[in-house]
């Protein structure tokens, strides 16, 4: 079972690509921050990185913070390892933290099930958005309804985000 929303934020300690290890309090925005958890071989997130990249370069100023947490078993799918991981981030250039969940705790606490799949919380850590980055994965363009960003948006107007859930749209997480 995914939180609620209402939920706090869980606390964490995770390893990152950038060789520090971060807490959910060390990730937490002024106004917002957004913990995904990702892959690097799912085919819905690797089209996701550069609007994801994006969105943490608007929003930075504005005080929303981007976090992306690898849970996958890495002996089954071993694209998604913590080397492979670093050499991600820096090919991409990732400017929000790339951190690993190996023993998978972080992952079930959340309810995580997919990739991508996001969790918005406020200022408060209280969790406001649950689910997909948007409803296309494959071409930002042909997008329609742009949930994370509206949710964002939302939040950082002090209203309640509409839809509060939608169904992330991704790959399962490989559980071990």
């Known amino acids: 079972m995914a939180l609620d929303i209402g939920s706090r934020i869980p606390e964490f300690n995770l390893p990152a690509t950038d060789g520090n290890t971060y807490s959910a309090s060390d990730l937490s925005g002024e106004a917002a921050t957004v913990v995904m958890?990702?892959?690097n071989h799912?085919?819905?997130v690797v089209p996701n990185q550069d609007?994801?990249?994006?969105?943490?370069e608007q929003y930075d100023g504005r005080g929303v913070k981007f976090a992306a947490i690898?849970?996958?078993n890495a002996v089954t799918h071993p694209a998604d390892n913590f080397e492979n991981m670093k050499l991600r981030a820096a090919d991409k250039g990732y400017n929000f933290p790339y951190?690993?969940?190996e023993s998978q705790v972080v992952a079930r606490t959340f309810g995580a099930q997919r990739t991508p799949e996001v969790y918005l919380f406020d200022a408060d850590g209280v969790l406001r958005y649950h689910g997909r980055i948007d409803d296309n994965y494959d071409d930002e363009a042909r997008a329609q309804s742009h949930?994370?960003?509206?949710?964002i948006e939302a939040v950082l107007a002090g209203a309640e985000p509409d839809p509060a859930e939608t169904?992330?749209?991704?790959?399962?997480?490989?559980w071990k």
């Open 70 to 72: 690898c849970a996958n």
């Open 42 to 44: 799912c085919p819905y």
């Open 167 to 174: 169904g992330a749209v991704g790959c399962t997480i490989k």
């Open 37 to 39: 958890f990702w892959c």
């Open 147 to 151: 949930d994370l960003r509206d949710a």
């Open 99 to 101: 951190m690993r969940d």
């Open 51 to 56: 609007r994801i990249i994006a969105m943490q």
